[in-house]
């Protein structure tokens, strides 16, 4: 295995020139596909890193659940464990799982939270909450249980263009499974804190990704910009947590408004090769096809090894 081993722990590095370019260069959408995709790969590439590196690094430790066999002197020469790797790993793996174990409680937690503060209320897509605190989001789920909770209070602060903008923003984060990308990020960012820059830039693009599609929908650029200018200058945390929160923050404001102000996005599958962007794609994308390549390279040697070392 030699130190390629460790490639997938380093390589979500050459992600990072397209999370900066993803933002401004590339529709939301594909962002947002291209982002999450790419942070999911790394993020299993670098946890199945540190179980490889926890296993070599500990296989000739006394009191280790490995076979008997690992203790074999050919075991021992073909294996390059490293006791201080191996339990840096290991350490680094527990604080991985517990990471991502509290974000997956405090997103059942949310969604939990949310669910409760919609009993009583009519079965409607669209939940109007009688708060004076505005504030506006979803509750994701599958057929009926997908809704949009708004307050009284944001509904107020809005004209009905604006609310318009308003359903169709949220609408649009139902619709695209907006929270799925956020948790998937979010996870990645867990495994490995080098991919936290892409967690923060899918927390943007999805919201732009719903504003793009809200201006779609109303078929109006400047009231869409107004009307998230306006929401986010009237709004106030939730009462209870949000999936916004799960998945980070949004992303400023005025980024947002001064897009949708300018024309919209192309909607093309891939950017052109020879651009800046289209470098930083391409580069982001051989980063985390050699992860999974070096990954799986690491994890066949140990699986063969581990073949040899305890036959049946």
Known sequence: MGVFVFLPL????TAWPVARLAENRLHPRVATLLLAGVAGVLGLCSVLCLVLLAIVGTAQLPGNPLPDGWADPEVRSAVPHDEVVGKTAVGALAAAATACAALLLRHYRVRRATARALRGLPPTQVAVLDDEVPYAHTLPGGGRAARILVSTGMLAGLTSRERRVLFAHERA?????HHRFLLLAGLAARANPFLRPLRTTVAYTVERWADEEA????????????????AALVSHPAPTPTMAAV??????????VAALLGPAPIARTWPPTFTTVGMAVWTAAAGAVLSAMSSANSA???????????PL
């Open 173 to 177: 984060h139902l619709t695209g499974r």
């Open 215 to 230: 201006a779609r929908a109303v078929g109006d650029r400047r009231l869409t910009a107004r009307a998230v200018a306006k």
């Open 10 to 13: 380093v390589l979500p590095l």
């Open 247 to 256: 998945g980070g923050e949004p992303g400023p404001v005025p980024r947002r």
């Open 300 to 310: 066949v040697t140990m699986f063969l090894i581990l073949k040899t070392a305890t």
